[in-house]
C-alpha cells in the first residue's frame, strides 16, 4: 500500500485515467487512446506503464504475446492520496486554509459553493 502513495505525475493520470476507463488495456490500446492528447509511440507507454508497475499504480499481467495492465489504484484512492500530497504542500498540512481558498480563491460558481457547503455540511459531527 505504500508504494501507492507515490506522487501520479500527469503523464501518470492520463494512463490511468485511460486504464479506469477501459478496465484492462495493452500498452497499444491505451496508446491509441492518449493518440490525440499525448501522441506518445506504443514503446514510450509501454516503458510508462512499466515504470507505474514497479511504483504499485499499475498491474500487468502477460496475455499470450502481450501484456495487459489495469489501475491497480482507484480513482477515489489516488485523488485522496493527491488531495493530502497537494494540501501538506501547498498549506501546511492545514485543511481550513484549503478549503478558504476553494471557497474564495478558486472563483467557484455560486452552484459550486452551495454543493461545497452542503458536503461540508454532511461531514460534520456534532
Do not use: C, N
Not at 47 to 52: D, H, K, Q, V
Not at 88 to 117: C, H, I, N, Y
Request: glycine share 6%; charged share 35%.
Amino acid at each position: 500500500m505504500a508504494e501507492r502513495e507515490a506522487t501520479i505525475s500527469d503523464a501518470e493520470w492520463d494512463l490511468l485515467d485511460a486504464l479506469w476507463e477501459r478496465e484492462t488495456a495493452t500498452a497499444r490500446e491505451v496508446a491509441d487512446a492518449l493518440r490525440e492528447r499525448r501522441g506518445w509511440a506504443r514503446t514510450t507507454v509501454k516503458t510508462l506503464l512499466e515504470r507505474m508497475v514497479a511504483k504499485g499504480l499499475v498491474e500487468g499481467r502477460r496475455v499470450g504475446p502481450v501484456v495487459e495492465y489495469r489501475a491497480a489504484v482507484k480513482p477515489a484512492e489516488a485523488r485522496r492520496t493527491a488531495w493530502k500530497r497537494f494540501v501538506g504542500a501547498a498549506f501546511g498540512g492545514s485543511l481550513s486554509p484549503a478549503l478558504e481558498f476553494l471557497a474564495k480563491d478558486a472563483k467557484l460558481t455560486a452552484k459550486q459553493r452551495e454543493a461545497l457547503r452542503r458536503l461540508l455540511e454532511e461531514g460534520r459531527d456534532d
